[in-house]
């Protein structure tokens, strides 16, 4: 007997590495389900959907949302997380991948990465036999822009022909941005400086798969084109983990690039402003913006917590 209202997908077996993986009827399914979740919670119904089950959190990177979201999440949904760090696993000693993730899939029923190389994760994919969930590397930043989706229909009802503005560095979340707006039928327009740009190849795919929703994505180098008439505005930090001692000379680049007042006056009305934290107020956004009346950065983070454990309950139980 399913907990949902309506059972369509099952996504049992499934690995999350990005959402261009996924088709629009799932990601969909994914956050209908995160909907109903948040809903139980906020009722106080209990959800013990993952009863014995144990997720398996690798991290290579630090993390306060992610760690917190994921631990517990499993825990609300009557499972169990365990923190792994490459500090203590033999993994950070030189043992392979492949035996990691051979080892890793007797023990546990699913495991969470975050780690800086994309291509390790596929690599872990590849050889576990649970679940494997992508939990940052530098190139995706999946349950991020569920949840981020999440926040933008709750306050915008749909999210079909709604206008993200992404202004700042062409990173991991502005690539999973870009694929769930070409999923949800989302329009995304990001705006990068020259040099900074996304990965034309994540850009292509986007593109391709957005067909299929009618989203419309678009690139610019010019930050009040992308602000104009956004519905939400999006920016991110704009040095990211592993891009540190560019910070320098990226806070001169980027400046031009700051999401403050007066490029908010540009996007409608009841612009949402959105990031995923953590934020370098002064940096990539104004003190003004962020704690500002048009913030929805706690509601965002909040709805990490609702998109996971819509993602490990589906992925662990097929519904
Ligand atoms: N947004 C996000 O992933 O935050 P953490 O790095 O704190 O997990
Ligand atoms: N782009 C940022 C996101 C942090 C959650 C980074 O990779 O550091």
Same mark, same amino acid.
């Given at each position: 007997m399913n907990h949902l209202s309506e059972k369509v997908i099952s996504l049992k077996?499934?690995? &999350? #590495? %990005? #959402? &261009?993986?996924?088709t629009p009827e799932e990601v969909q399914q994914l956050l209908t389900q995160a909907l109903e979740l948040k809903q139980k919670a906020k009722n106080g119904?209990? %959800?013990?959907? &993952? %009863?014995g089950k144990s997720l398996g959190m690798i991290f290579e990177n630090a993390s306060t949302r992610t760690r917190v979201s994921f631990e517990v999440g499993m825990t609300q949904l009557g499972g169990h997380a365990l923190f792994l760090s490459p500090k203590d696993l033999q993994i950070g000693r030189g043992e392979p991948i492949k035996d990691t993730a051979n080892v890793l899939s007797r023990y546990v029923d699913a495991i969470m990465i975050r780690t800086n190389s994309h291509e390790s994760v596929e690599e872990l994919a590849h050889y576990a036999t649970v679940p494997v969930i992508n939990a940052l590397t530098d190139a995706y930043h999946p349950c991020q822009a569920l949840a981020d989706a999440l926040t933008i229909l709750e306050k915008k009802? %749909? $999210?079909?022909?709604k206008k993200l503005a992404y202004i700042g560095d062409g990173n991991n979340v502005c690539h999973s941005l870009l694929a769930i707006g070409a999923k949800t039928g989302m329009d995304v327009t990001v705006a990068t400086p020259k040099g900074y740009e996304v990965d034309q190849e994540i850009f292509q795919r986007a593109t391709e798969a957005a067909k299929e929703t009618g989203a419309t994505l678009v690139q610019t180098t010019n930050p009040q084109v992308a602000a104009e008439n956004a519905d939400a505005i999006y920016t991110d930090v704009w040095a990211s983990m592993g891009y540190e001692a560019e910070q320098s000379e990226r806070e001169e680049i980027f400046q031009p690039y700051q999401v403050n007042d007066q490029l908010l006056t $540009? *996007? =409608? =009305?009841d612009v949402s402003f959105l990031h995923c934290l953590p934020a370098h107020r002064g940096e990539e956004v104004t003190a003004s913006v962020i704690d500002?009346?048009?913030? *929805?950065i706690y509601d965002q983070a909040e709805n990490r917590l609702h998109a996971q454990k819509a993602v490990l309950t589906a992925l662990l139980t097929g519904e």
């Open positions: 077996g499934r690995d &999350l #590495l %990005t #959402l &261009l993986d996924y119904e209990p %959800t013990p959907y &993952l %009863t009802e %749909t $999210l079909i022909g $540009l *996007a =409608k =009305k500002g009346p048009h913030s *929805a």
